[in-house]
């Protein structure tokens, strides 16, 4: 999932190049600047072969097969750098307009595949059920008239087949997905 505050991003879906947007719809300038975007891989994505420890031997020694060559890593530190088809966000990276939050987790883990999502994406305590996703909160506290008055721009846009638990709050979607 991405979500995305504007601007122009390319990405590939399943090597065919795609853009969010190819012509902005979003009055960049009005903003102070600040765009949050959010990237949730699920699936086979695998994290320690997303943003790589190559200087730690034992990802090399606990990965035989499935280690990404130290040659091919894209380096951003002296430890860790990205998998290589990941390139593009170097420049990003450099230009500090992206930060890499590592080890996120919480306390009590449930087993649960389904239950962590959900977890994750209300920002839940382990024993707290909610119908709501934390970007749907904060963006329900920043437009508190929504649905009544509706933002002259998409508050969030999600990329995929349905919009997540995420960008819900307590008045519904809180964003366009398509």
């Known amino acids: 999932m991405a979500i995305i505050g504007g601007g122009s991003t ?4 399943s090597g ?5 947007f190819a012509n902005p719809i979003l009055n960049i300038k009005s903003y102070d600047g600040k ?9 086979g994505n695998d994290g320690l072969n997303t943003i790589i420890p190559f200087e730690d031997d034992l990802y ?3 990965r035989p097969t499935l280690a990404i060559p130290k040659s091919d890593i894209v ?3 002296n430890t860790i750098g990205f998998h290589p088809n990941m390139s593009p966000l170097k420049s990003i ?3 500090g307009k992206m930060s890499i939050i590592q080890n ?3 306390e009590n883990q449930n087993r649960s595949h389904f239950r962590s999502t959900d977890i994750w994406l209300t920002a839940s305590d382990v024993d707290k059920y909610y119908s709501d996703g934390w970007l749907g909160r904060t963006l329900e506290n920043k437009y508190p008239t929504y649905p009544e008055t509706i933002p ?3 508050m969030a846009v999600e990329i995929g087949s349905n919009q997540s638990l995420i960008l819900e709050s307590q008045h519904g979607g809180m964003g366009v997905s398509f």
């Open 75 to 77: 380096p951003i530190t």
């Open 35 to 43: 765009i949050l975007v959010v990237v949730q891989l699920k699936g």
């Open 152 to 154: 002259d721009q998409p």
């Open 93 to 95: 990276f450099d230009d």
């Open 60 to 62: 090399y020694r606990n």
């Open 104 to 106: 996120v987790g919480y």
């Open 16 to 20: 065919f190049p795609m853009k969010a």
């Open 10 to 13: 390319a990405f590939s879906l």
